[in-house]
């Protein structure tokens, strides 16, 4: 197990699921700066390692999942003295280097990236439950595009990630009134996969990620890529891609494994190669 200062835990184990870990419960597990790029540089570290073939990310505590961003801790703040002049830009890069950056982590991920969530995902929270590939919502659990509530313009990839699973109507709805949006909705709206009962949240996100993780691990990176293409881009490119993804499956390990155990009337053995 390794503990951040920042209250991230990663831990990983011989299932090939690294389990990334939200230990802020103390400050509804909210994400300051700090915190949010350890975040990022665990999923980043995940993804390059070829051990690791599936993700579980999870939160301490059933109240909240991730409430979003979060104030600078006292060993973030830096020295005292006035705040530096703000330049034309820097808000727009701050943003493209911290939430921007997290959520397409999740996104570019070449592992599948699993979701157990307990309780309230909001704001820049929110979009970090939309970026995964499967969520696992408990019953007590809700989401809460809160951006409106504050003044703040959706953000952390919100608009994007909204519209391409709801579809314009509704997402103008979630971000317009910001309204909780509570698990059986979820669920109805496609926002999550599974809703379960609290207590089995985790085991029920953990059961997925290990079934995952024994599947042919770039088959499915490469199938999560053509996902995000076709419900981006036009019939052609998604066409294009998928001859190319096909291509690179063709010479995998794994691909051959699959017709033997076909053939021979047999459960695969996936090696992640």
Do not use: Y
Request: net charge negative.
């Amino acid at each position: 197990m390794v503990e951040e200062a920042s209250g991230i835990v990663v831990t990983t184990g011989d299932d090939a699921v690294a389990r990334i870990t939200i230990d802020r419960s103390g400050v509804g597990n909210s994400l300051s700066p700090l915190a949010r790029d350890a975040l990022t540089d665990a999923l980043l570290q995940a993804n390059d390692d070829p051990a690791v073939r599936a993700v579980l990310l999870t939160a301490t505590g059933s109240r909240h999942f991730c409430s979003g961003a979060g104030l600078p801790s006292a060993g973030e703040q830096g020295t005292a003295g006035p705040p530096p002049q703000r330049r034309p830009g820097d808000v727009a890069r701050m943003l493209q280097q911290g939430w921007q950056r997290l959520i397409a982590s999740v996104l570019d991920c070449d592992k599948p990236v699993v979701a157990a969530v307990k309780g309230v995902a909001a704001g820049a929270g929110a979009s970090l439950v939309l970026a995964c590939d499967l969520v696992v919502m408990s019953t007590e659990a809700r989401l809460v595009a809160a951006f409106v509530h504050r003044g703040i313009l959706p953000d952390s990839g919100a608009i994007h990630l909204l519209t391409r699973i709801v579809g314009l109507r509704k997402a103008t709805e979630l971000l317009m009134l910001g309204e909780p949006v509570d698990a059986a909705e979820c669920v109805r709206l496609g926002l999550v996969n599974r809703v379960v009962p609290l207590d089995n949240t985790d085991a029920v996100a953990q059961e997925l990620a290990v079934r995952l993780a024994e599947g042919p691990t770039v088959m499915l990176g490469l199938t999560k890529r053509l996902l995000a293409v076709s419900s981006e881009s036009g019939r052609d490119r998604a066409f294009e891609q998928e001859a190319w993804a096909q291509e690179v499956v063709s010479g995998t390990a794994d691909l051959q494994e699959g017709l033997a155990s076909f053939a021979e009337r047999r459960q695969p053995r996936f090696q992640g190669r």
